[in-house]
């Protein structure tokens, strides 16, 4: 049991000095990384850099105590960032005292909810966000961020929570545009791309190997950061507008408990429940991808606690809500982490760059901290996805459709929102009509197929209906309908079956339904059978008074079920169905 609340305990046993070189050696690279990236998704939150800073300390310890995945990073993310600045934009100014007040009481609260969700092993409701739909969110979140970073390349003013806003916004400030600015965003940004997609191929025919240029091509953001510090600082552009970071607090931050105003938790908490599920999700995806890779596994429900556990910790050391990264995992597994102690040591890194090396990026332009985000979360986009979607189901395509666009054009809560719910209302659909065909023999096997797509034995007076899908309040009703429609057009009907192979629930609306038929077949002089039920659906229809009252029997097989209703019937002489294959 403590082992199961406490993943540490499980690799402590097997810790080495070898495991240890690994770990540190992760470390110091992940840190690289994620200095710029703290700084800059600090800023995308709407909050002062050395937020970012704080972020990444404390809640990587608690995750390294309490997560189950070994190489997962844990720390400030664009997605969950963009959220937090919606979330707390619409409660206070940028920039005071309670707006960073709001974004760590978001980080608690939300924190808490993971905490309980684990607590109760509530890890299946982050399945009500389906692919379609996180795909589409993250694509039109990626491009709002995009979008929000574009006043740092310019050298505006410009806000907004969705894209209309935006790019109103930057257009009405278009004949402010600072020129140095813009030549060191667009610099960086064109620098940060090269870096992705052309520094690992020159690296290697430099004689590099392929894992170490991988890692140096991956911590290329601090090749930017160091050259627009150094350029902003030798040319004074600071003083020419270019905006910088400025002055960074030296030193730990201290600890303190967020506000406890349940006026404020009120208006925080669904934002608080969307942050929660959607980092979960981000999280367990990828840490679920590297564990695979190593033939690893994760616990989700100790995931929840695990991330609650950091945002907690985020919380009470002044950060604001954190989640698991994409690529600074990918770089942390492929930099050789063995465990979640790769995570304390880069926390220490960040620590130690926290207490000594703030003075150094007074001059660091934001326009580099926008450029490393746009970047970042350009990658994210893939608009590629709704093609792929449209061909393979219209109704998916119809939920990401749907979330791309509310997302872009009324911010991030409600298109993540109206996805989910439309996710379940296409389920709902779909599975309210479920698939169901009129089945027949096989000649010579003991295989039964669907009438309109093979040749296959049939009898007048025996019909087999299969259901593909589980019988719930949602498609009762249509089972009786499709059952009284074949009855009532079949007059020599004597004997239907219901073949379940694919049942894998029976609620009670459903055996309602189940029981309606029975006695409506039974009025009609027709037998109501069953076959191949599943041990759990059996299970639950003995505990009602279904089967006593069932005028047919329950069949183990459909083959033993066409054998001994053909015996009772007579049915010597099976017709072919006219269709084919």
Known sequence: MLERYLPMLQWLKVYNRNTLTSDLIAAMIVTIMLIPQSLAYALLAGLPAEVGLYASILPLVAYAVFGTSRTLAVGPVAVVSLMTAAAVGNLALQGTAEYLAAATALAFLSGVILIV??????????????????????????IIIAASQLKHILGVEASGHNLIEILLSISA??????????????SATALLFWVRKQLKPLLKRLGMTDRLADIVAKAGPVLAVAATTLATWGWALQEQGVRVVGEVPSGLPGLQLPSFDIGLWQQLLVSALLISVVGFVESVSVAQTLAAKRRQRIVPDQELIGLGSSNIASAVSGGFPVTGGFSRSVVNFDAGAETPAAGAFTAVGIAIATLLMTPLIFFLPKATLAATIIVAVLSLVDLGALKRTWDFSRSDFAAMLATIVLTLVEGVELGIMVGVGLSILLHLYRTSKPHSAIVGRVP?????????RFKVETCKQIMTLRIDESLYFANARYLEDRVYDLVASHTDLRHLVLM????????????????????????????????????????????????????????????????????????THNEHATTSV
Request: proline share 3%; glycine share 8%; hydrophobic share 45%.
């Open 117 to 142: 969700m684990g607590l109760l092993r509530l890890g299946i409701l982050a399945n009500f966000l389906s692919h379609p739909v996180i795909s589409g969110f993250i694509t039109a979140s990626g």
């Open 173 to 186: 400030s278009v004949n402010q545009i600072n020129l140095p600015t813009l030549i060191i965003g667009v």
């Open 444 to 452: 010579g096997t003991q295989h039964f197929r669907n009438v309109d």
């Open 500 to 571: 379940c192979p694919a049942v894998n629930l029976i609620d009670a609306s459903a055996l309602e339904s189940l029981e309606a038929i029975n006695h409506r077949l039974a009025d009609s002089g027709v037998h109501f059978h069953l076959s191949e039920v599943k041990g759990p659906v059996m299970d639950s229809l003995k505990r009602s008074h279904f089967l006593d009252e069932l005028n047919g029997q329950v069949f183990m097989s459909q083959y033993e079920a066409w054998e001994t209703l053909g015996r009772l019937t007579d049915c």
